[in-house]
């Protein structure tokens, strides 16, 4: 990290931030926080980190980088 105020610091977490709105948050009505939260866990646990393509794995889900890796 190079510091405050540069803008390439924080490019991945924005990029996972675009992603989790656009995917989940803004396709749904929230009526209760703890909906949100459940969602939020579900969402990250069960799909951006198992099972979503990334493109810094050649569009490749995280467990199928892995098992051709093994």
Known sequence: MSGKGNCYDNSAVES??????????????WHTRRDVEIALLEYINGFY??????????????????????
């Open 49 to 70: 980190n198992p099972r979503r393509r990334h493109s810094a794995l050649g569009w490749k889900s995280p467990v199928a980088f892995e098992n051709k890796a093994a």
């Open 16 to 29: 996972f931030f675009r992603s989790l709105k656009a995917e989940l948050v803004w396709r749904r009505d």
